[in-house]
């Protein structure tokens, strides 16, 4: 087994439009967001969405996501607001395909929905 000596580097603090000179400190793994518009916040317009979760149907996925749209665009973000593809997947084989043909689309941004860190987990995070 290889040692590597490593260090924890501290969490960036966010800029936002309202006081551009003293930025956001995350706390508890986070940054309190409500009411701040980001400084110059990301668009993302090619996004994909891959589903674990048998118990999750595609409404609630749509209204999941169009609320995050919305959050976002509140918040000074643009993600378009459909996505490129949705997929239900059950078999861990199909992951790394379905993965890789979306990356080559041009993919910002990939969600996968599951519930907790089911087997799904380890094959999505190496892809």
């Given at each position: 087994?290889?040692?590597?000596?490593?260090?924890?580097?501290?969490?960036?603090?966010?800029?936002?439009?309202?006081?551009?000179?003293?930025?956001?400190?995350?706390?508890?793994?986070?940054?309190?967001?409500?009411?701040?518009?980001?400084?110059?916040?990301?668009?993302?317009?090619?996004?994909?969405?891959?589903?674990?979760?048998?118990?999750?149907?595609?409404?609630?996925?749509?209204?999941?996501?169009?609320?995050?749209?919305?959050?976002?665009?509140?918040?000074?973000?643009?993600l378009h607001s459909r996505w490129?593809?949705?997929?239900?997947?059950?078999?861990?084989?199909?992951?790394?395909?379905?993965?890789?043909?979306?990356?080559?689309?041009?993919?910002?941004?990939?969600?996968?929905?599951?519930?907790?860190?089911?087997?799904?987990?380890?094959?999505?995070?190496?892809?």
């Amino acid at each position: 087994m290889t040692k590597l000596t490593g260090r924890v580097l501290p969490p960036p603090d966010m800029m936002h439009a309202q006081d551009m000179k003293r930025g956001v400190t995350p706390r508890d793994g986070s940054w309190e967001l409500r009411g701040q518009k980001m400084y110059a916040g990301g668009q993302i317009n090619k996004w994909y969405v891959i589903n674990f979760d048998r118990r999750i149907n595609r409404e609630s996925l749509v209204h999941f996501f169009n609320e995050l749209s919305r959050s976002c665009t509140t918040n000074g973000m643009s993600l378009h607001s459909r996505w490129c593809d949705q997929r239900d997947c059950n078999r861990i084989q199909e992951v790394e395909s379905i993965m890789k043909r979306w990356a080559d689309e041009g993919a910002q941004m990939i969600f996968a929905v599951m519930q907790g860190r089911s087997h799904f987990y380890r094959e999505v995070k190496s892809v």
